[in-house]
């Protein structure tokens, strides 16, 4: 009786130290770094904004973003450009996966943040928080200001 | 008389000759000279590609953001950047018009600015562009900046002429579609012929300082 008492109890906390490892997950060690986070102003009347940034996994292991979201835009989807036919298009990605020790830049001409409808339009200095959903379950909210882009001091990164 | 006619035209020939061929080099050394003026000030070093023949634009009818028609007509008498999107472009469109704010900053560029050269936007998408959107968008980045759209047809008038290609992508399930376009800005001459193409990626200091070549070998030429 007691040894199936003492077994319950075991599982019980178990249990209850997998949930609580999994809460804080995110402070045991670092998954995903994002750095460099850049949204430029738009028009007020653009349906759609962008966000560039670049995201480090400082982890041994595969990461998955599998989708973002903000409080500040209807929908926020993860697109990447390419040349076709001598035109530029755009695709839609179900996830980003980022390989263990590998940063991924997401920059003019390539992968970028699409940021889709604003509750309001987004002026210079609004800021702006960009939830990331990890296929982990892990979610990581970052945050960064409407910046105005002046070309000249726009730094891209050229491959 | 006639002896006396044909001996005092005996005696001018070798003169008369002289005189022709004199001329004649003359002339020669003046129209080489002219022909060394003019490739002479083909601008070199140029990244725009600057086309060998100017192509004259025919005909097309679009309206402005101001619902104002916008057809050849409108391209004669100034020099015209055009550019062709969407306003629910994330990267490519914002980022060019960017550039396009920043060359029309150009110190050097102000007095062509201000007389006779136009930014052009033109958007291949009219369903969700309606002329006072596109006002709003394109002025956002210089008041003077114009906005222009139509009938899809007389877009398709106008791009095909320029090498422009674009395209309508499926719409999603939230009814949004990416429209797929050419990225080059074309550069149109006060006759309304096309003379350059500027490709991506864009520079506004390069692009500045093709224009001002390039509109300098026009009116020389």
Redesign the interface.
């Given at each position: 009786m007691i040894n199936k008492l003492i077994i319950s109890l075991c599982f019980t906390l178990l249990l209850f130290n997998s949930s609580y490892a999994e809460s804080t997950h995110k402070t045991d060690y670092p998954t995903l770094n994002f750095s460099k986070i850049v949204i430029p102003e738009a028009p007020p009347v653009a349906s759609v904004m962008v966000a560039y940034m670049d995201i480090a996994n400082m982890s041994n292991q595969k990461q998955t973003i599998s989708s973002v979201s903000s409080e500040q835009f209807k929908r926020v989807e993860i697109h990447n450009m390419s040349m076709e036919n001598d035109m530029m298009t755009m695709e839609r990605l179900a996830s980003l996966s980022i390989n263990a020790g590998q940063t991924i830049a997401l920059e003019s001409n390539g992968l970028h943040v699409m940021l889709i409808k604003p509750n309001k339009p987004l002026r210079k200095g609004d800021k702006v928080e960009l939830t990331f959903k990890l296929s982990s379950g892990e979610q990581i909210t970052v945050s960064s200001h409407v910046k105005l882009i002046n070309f000249n001091n726009h730094h891209h990164h050229h491959h | 008389m006639t002896d006396n006619k044909q001996a005092t035209d005996r005696k001018n020939k070798p003169f008369l000759l002289v005189a022709i061929a004199a001329i004649s080099i003359l002339f020669g050394i003046w129209v080489s000279t002219l022909s060394v003026k003019s490739t002479a000030t083909v601008p070199k070093s140029l990244e725009a590609t600057l086309l060998e023949r100017s192509k004259p634009v025919t005909s097309f009818s679009l309206v402005d953001h101001d619902n104002n028609e916008f057809n050849l007509q409108s391209l004669k008498g100034n020099w015209s950047f055009l550019f062709f999107g969407f306003?629910?472009?994330?990267?490519?469109c914002?980022?060019t018009l960017?550039?396009m704010?920043?060359v029309w900053k150009t110190p050097a560029l102000q007095k062509l600015i201000e007389t006779n050269t136009k930014m052009i936007f033109v958007s291949v998408d009219p369903d969700r562009d309606k002329p006072e959107?596109l006002k709003?968008?394109v002025q956002?980045?210089n008041p003077k900046f114009v906005g222009v759209t139509g009938k899809q047809d007389q877009i398709d008038t106008l791009t095909s002429q320029l090498g422009i290609?674009?395209?309508f992508?499926d719409p999603?399930e939230?009814g949004?579609y990416?429209v797929?376009?050419?990225?080059q800005i074309i550069l149109i001459d006060p006759q309304a012929n096309m003379r350059a193409v500027f490709s991506?990626?864009f520079n506004?200091q390069s692009i500045s300082k093709d224009f001002l070549a390039i509109q300098k070998f026009v009116k020389d030429n």
């Open positions: - | 306003t629910n472009c994330p990267d490519v914002p980022i960017q550039v704010r920043s959107h709003s968008y956002y980045y290609l674009y395209g992508d999603n939230n949004d990416n797929s376009h050419s990225g991506p990626p506004p």
